[in-house]
């Protein structure tokens, strides 16, 4: 089957096949030209994430701004640096969607549709293609996997009280992050 995706470089569109395209869309993704207007602000967020990221994690290590902020010894904020690590690389992972005329609406859709569109590339006609080899050299399927594993450690830290959230786990996510965003800017 051929798919046909809007040109998001000009303003005159490609056919496109009745209910084909939507059907292999994520749900949850939505064509929208106007996005490109927002990669931008997106990576200003990413960066944002990071540096909360990174002041949250040396939070949790530095006994001395703990005393001077009279946190209890056993003071520890390694939940909000994984949480904070995933929301960075699913920002700028809106960001590489908007880049091609994407808004994402879900987790999951944004995960998928960075499988589709920089993995597998099913959906990219050729012009998307030559424009995006670069990308799909850099982008591979464990880039995906590590921004899917970053969401199940955001929720476990983020809902899962129960479960023990140890330092190796925020530490290893705050790294991932860091990589990502910086693989994202590299191809925007």
């Known amino acids: 089957m051929e798919y046909y995706l809007k040109d998001m470089s000009s303003s005159t569109s490609m056919p496109t096949k009745p209910n084909e395209k939507k059907a292999k869309l994520p749900n949850g993704l939505i064509e929208d030209v106007d996005a490109k207007a927002l990669v931008s602000k997106y990576i200003?967020?990413?960066?944002?994430?990071l540096e909360f990221m990174n002041i949250a994690s040396e939070l949790s290590t530095n006994k001395d701004a703990q005393k001077a902020l009279q946190l209890p010894?056993?003071?520890?904020?390694?939940?909000?640096?994984i949480i904070t690590a995933y929301y960075s690389m699913y920002v700028a992972s809106l960001a590489l969607l908007a880049k091609i005329?994407?808004?994402?609406?879900t987790h999951t859709a944004t995960i998928l549709a960075l499988e589709k569109f920089f993995?597998?590339?099913?959906l990219i006609e050729p012009h998307y293609l030559a424009m995006f080899k670069h990308a799909h050299e850099q982008i591979s399927e464990k880039d995906v996997e590590t921004l899917?594993?970053?969401?199940e450690n955001r929720e476990t830290a983020q809902y899962e009280v129960t479960k023990a959230v140890t330092h190796s786990?925020?530490?290893a996510s705050r790294k991932n992050a860091v990589a990502f965003v910086n693989k994202v800017k590299s191809l925007l």
């Open 101 to 105: 005329g994407y808004r994402s609406n």
């Open 148 to 151: 899917s594993k970053e969401k």
């Open 119 to 122: 993995v597998k590339k099913e």
């Open 44 to 49: 200003a967020r990413a960066d944002k994430n």
């Open 169 to 171: 786990i925020a530490e």
């Open 73 to 81: 010894e056993t003071y520890s904020n390694d939940e909000w640096v």
